[in-house]
């Protein structure tokens, strides 16, 4: 044992003589040194958690259904025809009726001017007779005629057929033109332009 100390003194005073330090890292230093690696490791971390969170959002965006355009498809386009009923041509021949007849026509001769309507896809011309006959107050009767499976209008506004002449009553034109069938079997189109005219005879 003195041996022993003997040299551990005299390695002491060396160490000593000569300088040397021994260096040890604190603790503190440890940490400090190891934080650059932490920090990478963290922010490699982030920027793959920002990466996935924009393909995520990328993902959503496209795979989202348009709602705005779907609504605008579901949308559907309003449907409509004007109308006008009219006995203007007894007032053209008026001179040959009493005037007891003629007391039932319109100073004009217009019994509806003409107006615009809504109309239901499938719907006809006597469809849309009947309904605003009916809203408008105004009079009107209608007759079948099975053989030909169609409805006539007998009279619209108390003027009936034949009160004018043998042959008089009431017809109708779409666009100008008489249609060949009767007004319960013409289909109407958007933009349609309907006519009653009440047709004195001979």
């Known amino acids: 044992m003195k041996y022993i100390r003997k040299i551990f003194a005299l390695f002491c005073?060396?160490?000593?003589?000569?300088?040397?330090?021994?260096?040890?890292?604190?603790q503190h230093a440890a940490i400090s040194a190891g934080a650059p690696e932490s920090s990478a490791i963290s922010s490699e971390i982030a920027g793959q958690g920002e990466t996935s969170g924009a393909a995520f959002s990328a993902n959503v965006s496209q795979t989202a259904p348009n709602t705005a355009s779907g609504s605008a498809?579901?949308?559907?386009?309003?449907?409509?025809?004007?109308?006008?009923?009219?006995c203007n041509d007894i007032l053209k021949n008026r001179e040959k009726f009493s005037e007891d007849k003629l007391s039932?026509?319109?100073?004009?001769?217009?019994?509806?001017?003409?107006?615009?309507?809504?109309?239901?896809?499938?719907?006809?011309?006597?469809d849309v007779l009947l309904r605003e006959t009916?809203?408008?107050?105004?009079?009107?009767?209608?007759?079948?005629?099975?053989?030909y499976q169609s409805i006539y209008i007998k009279g619209i506004?108390?003027?009936?057929?034949?009160?004018?002449?043998?042959?008089?009553?009431?017809?109708?034109?779409?666009?100008?033109k008489q249609p060949p069938v009767g007004c319960n079997q013409y289909?109407?189109?958007?933009?349609?332009?309907?006519?009653?005219?009440?047709i004195c005879g001979a």
């Open 187 to 198: 289909q109407l189109k958007n933009g349609d332009k309907i006519q009653w005219l009440f």
């Open 134 to 147: 009916k809203s408008n107050g105004i009079p009107m009767e209608s007759a079948s005629a099975p053989v």
């Open 104 to 126: 039932l026509v319109p100073k004009d001769g217009v019994i509806l001017a003409e107006k615009s309507v809504e109309i239901k896809n499938g719907e006809t011309v006597y």
């Open 73 to 86: 498809k579901m949308i559907k386009k309003e449907l409509r025809c004007t109308l006008f009923i009219s």
């Open 157 to 176: 506004h108390n003027i009936y057929e034949k009160d004018f002449g043998a042959s008089s009553g009431w017809t109708y034109t779409v666009n100008g």
């Open 13 to 26: 005073i060396f160490a000593v003589l000569s300088g040397c330090k021994a260096k040890f890292p604190s």
